[in-house]
């Protein structure tokens, strides 16, 4: 089976962009040329992640592009299955829909609307979405979603569209498990995924006859000759994590207690290793983030050894 070592973006390097969709269509082509087949996007309160995913995978031929991730809250799962539906059709098949739950601390103040029960809306939300990418009629009557539209949502060209989920609590996995197609876990350590994660959602999808989920590991890394000065600001850009207590957890299941700790930062070979132990743990893929933490050409080197990696 391939090891599929996928990037994410923003990687870290955009301060001096003129205009951001060019930018990172720009580093989207130059990690296809390192030889990178899957990049991801994040969603932030700047950019819309499913939208860069879309010209992406429309500009950049054969690569799989995805978001990692978009939180459930604020936008109606209606609204989300058509930009994720819209998205798959412009790329042929090539997009994967990853949401969450986000951070209540920071959407609840920004949007200014009641933060729902988290486990209710994620599986309120993600029976919509199903719903959707199924094909079939859609409508639904939960606590805290709604969904009965008037007209069709099936989008043509749509079809296939991949559902994971940002899950790292039992109950969020369990979800992951039986209503979606995987999860993807940022900050989870090869001790938290081979003994928590993986087992949680291999369990919950077989017992919803579900096929076997994939398991997308997001890890910070940097390929560099200059480790310390690169710990650092992985310290400092890491350093918000160690302070939410759903961190805490899976922290604490990694055998961690600094998030900085599970950075792969290093030569080659030193990234490769720590890459390969989240496979050992039972990753399908991974995801290396914050590759331009500090520069440009440490990302594209960090992108190269993805391209080495995925070649295997």
Not at 3 to 31: C, H, K, M, Y
Not at 184 to 193: H, I, Q, S, T, Y
Request: hydrophobic letters at 45%; glycine letters at 12%; a neutral charge.
């Amino acid at each position: 089976m391939s090891r599929i070592v996928a990037v994410a973006l923003p990687a870290g390097d955009t301060a001096g962009a003129g205009n951001i969709a060019d930018e990172l269509i720009r580093q989207v082509r130059e990690a296809a040329a390192a030889g990178v087949t899957s990049v991801w996007f994040h969603q932030r309160f700047d950019i819309d992640a499913i939208t860069l995913a879309a010209l992406a995978g429309r500009e950049v031929p054969g690569v799989e592009v995805g978001t990692a991730v978009v939180p459930l809250y604020p936008r109606h799962p209606l609204a989300l299955a058509a930009a994720a539906q819209t998205a798959q059709a412009a790329t042929n098949g090539r997009f994967t829909l990853g949401v969450g739950l986000g951070v209540q601390a920071l959407l609840e103040p920004a949007y200014g609307q009641k933060y729902p029960p988290p486990i209710q809306h994620l599986r309120e939300c993600l029976t919509v979405l199903r719903q959707c990418f199924d094909g079939g009629p859609v409508g639904f009557e939960g606590r805290t979603v709604s969904a009965h539209p008037p007209l069709p949502t099936t989008v043509p060209g749509s079809g296939g569209i991949s559902l994971v989920v940002a899950a790292m609590g039992p109950q969020a996995l369990r979800a992951a498990g039986e209503l979606a197609d995987g999860t993807v876990p940022f900050l989870a350590g090869p001790r938290a995924l081979a003994g928590h994660i993986v087992p949680t959602v291999l369990e919950a999808a077989g017992a919803a006859g579900r096929p076997a989920p994939r398991i997308i590991a997001a890890v910070p890394a940097v390929v560099t000759s200059d480790v310390g000065p690169v710990r650092q600001i992985a310290a400092l850009q890491l350093g918000f994590y160690s302070g939410l207590a759903s961190y805490q957890r899976i922290l604490a299941a990694a055998g961690v207690a600094d998030p900085a700790e599970l950075a792969l930062i290093g030569d080659e070979e030193t990234v490769a290793a720590g890459i390969d132990s989240y496979f050992d743990a039972g990753a399908t893929e991974v995801i290396i983030v914050q590759a331009g933490m500090r520069s440009g050409r440490e990302r594209l080197r960090t992108w190269q050894l993805a391209g080495q990696l995925s070649k295997r």
